[in-house]
Structure formats: structure tokens, C-alpha cells
């Protein structure tokens, strides 16, 4: 069995300016004064902030990412942003297939692999998200429509540093609401499955996040499940002392 290193992820959403270097610079502090985290640890913040956040997260370890790319490199598409871009300024990562996206901006599965192989193509590895709506939950049918995304959102190739999948409970997100233990548990069992039928030894040590809700509270509990390899984590994220608790958590 492939040894995984963990990733915790934050995800800052459209929150953060000038001020919010001071968290930075608190988290920076608590992890270089801690034994050193025994995972990776990335921060995404709105693309306005990447540069700034590098120059005070590099000496910590701690790496950026983006939220969001286009699928082109380059060209007439107003108010977007490239996977060059971010990695122009220094980002590692970047979440593709956000269910804020797919749902406030129509992103379909096939645009999510789009954008999944530029960040492929700008050395980028790309954080991929699916997760099922609360009415599918609760129909039943979260499985089908978790393994139906990954079907189409995820690449048919490896990529040069592989790609990330983030489970991520569209009612879970904001809420509070977590699904229980053996729920989280029995959907990372589902994808790690997909994995290694679609990519074999790749899909065995590829990390599968999960993400929706994960607090400094219920973050143990969550990440000592089989096939959770980390977190995504938005509003805990925004807090040094919070984040560092989930990193901690590892
Ligand atoms: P949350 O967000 O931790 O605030 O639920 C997670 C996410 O949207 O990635």
C-alpha cells in the first residue's frame, strides 16, 4: 500500500485582503515554532493576495495554490485567470470543480477536466472536487453521482504531479453539517476504488481530501478515517489558531 503524505488544504473563498497577512504571518509563527507539520500544508487565497502570501509562507513550508483557472494559457477572456498565471506567481495547486463554481457559474464536469489539464500543462496540481447535493443524499443516490463526476472531471492521464480529489458534501459546505463517520468513510472507499481501477498504482497513493464543515473540533475524527488523506477546509482556514488546530490534527 502506497504510504500517503496528508495535505490540508485552506480555502480562503472571496475573503481576504491586506489585513488577513496578520493570520499569515500567526500561522507561519505556530508552525515554525511547532515540531513541523507531519503534513503538507497549502493555503489558497483570493488570487489577488498569492504573491504577498509566498513571501511570508515560504519559510514556514507552507505553499499556495489557486482557486480557480481557465482552460486557456492566454487570451481574450476578461476577468479571468490562467493556470500560468498562478503559477507565475508562485502557486503549487489549484481547486478546480468548486461546487460555488459549478453552481454559481454553470461549471460543467467536462469544463472542471478542462481546467484540471491546464493546470497539468503549467505544472499545477490541480485539487478536484465533486461531492452530491443534499437531495441526493438523500435520495440515495450520492455514490452515483460522485462516481459519475469522477468519470467525467477527472483526467484520463496521470499529469506530471498527478492530480488531488476533494470529496466535498455540497450541503456540507458552510453549513456545520458533517455526513457521519462511516458515511465520509464509505464514499473515500468508492473513489479510492475508482482510482485504482482507472489509474492502478497512481490512483493507490493519490490523496483523497474531504472537505465540507472540517473544524478543529471534529477534524481527528475525520482525517483517521481510511482513505482520508487531508482536508479542504474554507471558513476554519481563515483563522490562524484554527487552521493550525486542523493541521495539528494530522
Ligand atoms: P467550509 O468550506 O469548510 O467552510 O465548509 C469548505 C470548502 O468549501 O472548501
New binding site residues.
Partial sequence: MAQITPLIAG?WKMNGTTVQLGEVERLAELVTEGDGPRCTVVICPPATMLERLNTITASAGIVTGGQDCHPAAHGPHTGDISAQMLSDCGAQYVIVG?S?RRLGHGETDHLVQQKALAAFASGLVPIICVGESEDERESGSAEKVVLGQLAEALPDNWGPFGFIVAY?PVW???TGKTPTMHDIEDMHATIRKYLVEHYGENGEGTRILY????KPYNARDILRLKNVNGG?????SLLANDFYNIISAV
Avoid at 479542504?232 to 476554519?236: E, Q
Fill in positions: 480555502n468548486h460555488e466535498e456540507a459546505i458552510g472537505g465540507g464543515s472540517m479542504l477546509v474554507g471558513g476554519a
